[in-house]
């Protein structure tokens, strides 16, 4: 996974009145903090970090640029946004990465194909797990982890134990449902009985 630079600077201040001071600057208010380092007040480029969040990037490794020998690499930990407006972001923290070191971090999970169950049973897919917690190096981290459901018919699911990624670990619960085939409702049914005797 590449990784990608983000604009950011240490904080000359705090408080209500910085912060939002500096969020009408294009600032947004963050930590930069590690296993073995004191946590460092930070503040990186809203437009920036924006277009990281457009671009689905969020699991990859970022680069603050706060080291001249290129040791303040980090992933995001977590993000406190707007609730009404999810471009707005109020606070980001920024877990310091060891690149000889296994890392925990949160990726995208997608599911890929149309079920079986749901185009010849009328089957409702779920896919209620947006994210799943991965244990690997660095440089292992992926963009994504890609499900097919193409096989499932009505009733079957994929769990986290069903799911294996080279260089990596799943650190979500085994029996965590992933996705799930669910019988058609009975609207649907309808639909599709009415459909069938015109």
């Avoid at 993000?79 to 000889?100: G, P």
């Avoid at 990596?168 to 449902?177: F, G, M, N, R, S």
Wanted: net charge negative.
């Amino acid at each position: 996974m590449d990784i990608i630079k983000l604009q950011a600077r240490e904080r000359t201040d705090s408080g209500k009145s910085y912060t939002r001071k500096a969020r009408a600057q294009g600032w947004v208010p963050a930590i930069y903090y590690g296993h073995d380092q004191d946590p460092v007040k930070i503040e990186v480029s809203s437009k920036d970090f924006s277009a990281i969040a457009r671009a689905k990037q969020l699991s990859h490794l970022i680069d603050l640029g706060l080291d001249k020998d290129g040791d303040s690499v980090a992933v995001i930990r977590e993000i406190q946004r707007n609730v009404l407006k999810n471009d707005v972001y109020f606070h980001i923290d920024f877990l310091h990465v060891a690149m000889d070191k296994t890392v925990t971090v949160d990726v995208p999970v997608e599911v890929t194909g149309v079920p079986v169950g749901v185009k010849v049973d009328n089957g409702i897919l779920g896919h209620p797990v947006r994210t799943v917690m991965v244990e690997c190096m660095p440089r292992d981290i992926p963009e994504k982890i890609s499900i097919d459901v193409s096989e499932l018919k009505v009733g079957d699911s994929i769990h986290v134990r069903d799911v294996t990624v080279p260089n990596l670990k799943l650190k979500d619960p085994a029996d965590e449902v992933l996705a799930v085939v669910t019988p058609p409702t009975r609207e649907a049914e309808e639909t599709s009985e009415e459909g069938g005797a015109e």
